[in-house]
């Protein structure tokens, strides 16, 4: 912005060097402010060859972020929405270095990215970037010195969050009565311990307890990233089903559900854990059994409400859902529970007090007026 004045104030330099701000106010002639400018400039350039910044390009950044996520057992849809994120930043900026990037840059960015994208997948972004700048700048990494995205809020949607819908139990018996004979074991595993999908392809054998008649699901959704196994309780159709795999299994593969399959960038066909393909399959269960498109995560749901509305208590449902806030496990009771209908029961009565509405009850209790004399 270089030297400007203010009326009634005085002149002031403003500049900026590698995305960090300078400036200073008031000087009292434009000589003075020009003098100090430099000072300042020259100051600022000997703090830099003393102690010279690192260069990170924004590339490098978003590589060692990836291969942090791919370390800490972040779950495949992260990786690749944050992976997705990465390829359209560097279409726009390339190998940018990470201290170029100012809070003006990355607003432009998103707002380019609002107007050619449809929905909000904008907001997506934005906390994808938001959470590796934050990442980068953490105590003992310091990759960069500052968050371009920190203080930016989401974009507003006008549009109403569309309602997730749960299957009911006869919508679950349908769709995995269509299911492909091959599919229907995963699917009832999903439904008979209401896991993440992720846990169930990552069963494996030695996490299988017939004679106790229990699985250890393993999850890493924790502060801490650590691996944490909860135990759940098999029921009978869950024990037979296990049990048919179990005398099916290939002796070699550690996991109840596997396959093979060729990774894009190695080209080398591998065996290992369920990891994609398994939308596709429950879209053509639900198409085949004329039942509307519901997620793999909704079977949790479903289990959850089913069990809310037999009284169970609500510390149950939490431990079997593996939750460490009682808060999620409410999200996933969405129907109407009898505490809710019972506390609008007392409403209604309340309010219809003496056969009359809320307001003629109101109107009813108040003072007469005195007359006038």
Same mark, same amino acid.
């Given at each position: 912005?270089?030297?400007?004045s203010v009326?009634? *104030?005085?002149?002031?330099?403003?500049f900026?060097? *590698?995305g960090?701000r300078?400036t200073k106010?008031?000087?009292?002639?434009?000589?003075?402010?020009?003098?100090?400018?430099?000072?300042?400039?020259?100051?600022?350039?000997?703090?830099?060859?003393?102690?010279?910044?690192?260069?990170?390009?924004?590339?490098?950044?978003m590589?060692?972020?990836?291969?942090?996520?791919?370390?800490?057992s972040?779950?495949?849809?992260?990786y690749?929405?944050?992976? /997705?994120?990465?390829?359209?930043?560097?279409?726009e900026?390339?190998?940018?270095?990470?201290?170029?990037?100012?809070?003006?840059?990355?607003?432009?960015?998103?707002i380019?990215?609002k107007?050619?994208?449809?929905g909000?997948?904008?907001? +997506?972004?934005?906390?994808?970037?938001r959470?590796t700048?934050?990442? #980068?700048?953490?105590?003992?990494?310091?990759?960069?010195?500052?968050?371009?995205?920190?203080?930016?809020k989401?974009?507003?949607?006008? @549009?109403?969050?569309?309602?997730?819908r749960?299957?009911?139990p006869?919508?679950l018996d349908?769709?995995?009565? $269509?299911?492909?004979?091959? +599919?229907?074991?995963?699917?009832?595993?999903?439904?008979?311990?209401?896991?993440?999908?992720v846990e169930? &392809?990552?069963?494996?054998?030695? %996490?299988?307890?017939f004679?106790?008649q229990?699985?250890e699901?393993q999850?890493?959704?924790?502060?801490g990233? @650590?691996?944490?196994? %909860? *135990?759940?309780?098999?029921t009978?159709?869950?024990?037979?089903?296990l049990s048919?795999?179990?005398e099916? %299994?290939?002796?070699?593969?550690?996991?109840?559900?596997?396959?093979?399959?060729?990774?894009?960038n190695t080209?080398?066909?591998?065996e290992?854990?369920?990891?994609?393909?398994?939308?596709?399959?429950?879209?053509?269960?639900?198409?085949?059994?004329?039942?509307n /498109?519901f997620?793999?995560?909704?079977?949790? $749901?479903?289990?959850?409400s089913?069990?809310?509305?037999?009284?169970?208590?609500?510390? &149950?449902?939490q431990?079997?859902?593996?939750?460490g806030?009682?808060r999620?496990?409410?999200?996933?009771?969405e129907?109407m529970?009898?505490?809710?209908?019972? #506390?609008? +029961?007392v409403f209604?009565?309340a309010?219809? &007090?003496?056969?009359?509405s809320?307001?003629e009850?109101?109107?009813n209790?108040?003072k007469p007026e005195?007359k006038?004399s």
């Amino acid at each position: 912005m270089g030297i400007y004045s203010v009326k009634g *104030k005085g002149y002031r330099y403003d500049f900026t060097v *590698k995305g960090k701000r300078y400036t200073k106010a008031w000087f009292r002639t434009k000589a003075e402010a020009k003098a100090a400018e430099k000072a300042r400039r020259q100051q600022v350039a000997e703090q830099m060859k003393q102690a010279p910044e690192t260069v990170m390009g924004f590339l490098d950044l978003m590589n060692l972020r990836l291969d942090y996520l791919a370390a800490h057992s972040y779950s495949q849809n992260y990786y690749e929405a944050t992976r /997705y994120v990465a390829r359209r930043v560097y279409k726009e900026w390339g190998n940018i270095p990470c201290h170029e990037i100012t809070p003006l840059l990355a607003e432009k960015f998103l707002i380019k990215r609002k107007t050619e994208s449809k929905g909000l997948g904008v907001n +997506d972004d934005l906390a994808k970037l938001r959470a590796t700048f934050s990442w #980068a700048k953490e105590r003992g990494r310091r990759y960069v010195s500052s968050n371009p995205f920190e203080a930016m809020k989401p974009f507003p949607n006008k @549009n109403p969050k569309k309602e997730k819908r749960t299957p009911t139990p006869d919508e679950l018996d349908k769709v995995i009565e $269509a299911a492909a004979p091959a +599919d229907r074991p995963y699917l009832w595993v999903m439904r008979e311990t209401m896991a993440r999908s992720v846990e169930v &392809s990552r069963l494996t054998w030695d %996490r299988v307890h017939f004679e106790e008649q229990y699985v250890e699901l393993q999850t890493f959704k924790n502060r801490g990233r @650590n691996a944490v196994f %909860r *135990k759940v309780a098999m029921t009978q159709k869950l024990f037979e089903v296990l049990s048919e795999l179990y005398e099916q %299994r290939d002796p070699e593969k550690p996991w109840v559900f596997w396959h093979s399959y060729v990774p894009k960038n190695t080209k080398k066909r591998v065996e290992g854990p369920y990891k994609k393909g398994r939308r596709r399959m429950l879209k053509a269960a639900c198409k085949k059994a004329g039942v509307n /498109y519901f997620t793999l995560h909704r079977i949790r $749901a479903s289990g959850a409400s089913l069990m809310d509305e037999m009284d169970v208590p609500l510390s &149950s449902i939490q431990r079997i859902l593996g939750h460490g806030d009682r808060r999620s496990t409410e999200i996933y009771l969405e129907q109407m529970r009898e505490v809710q209908r019972e #506390a609008i +029961d007392v409403f209604e009565r309340a309010s219809r &007090s003496f056969g009359k509405s809320p307001l003629e009850f109101t109107h009813n209790q108040r003072k007469p007026e005195k007359k006038a004399s």
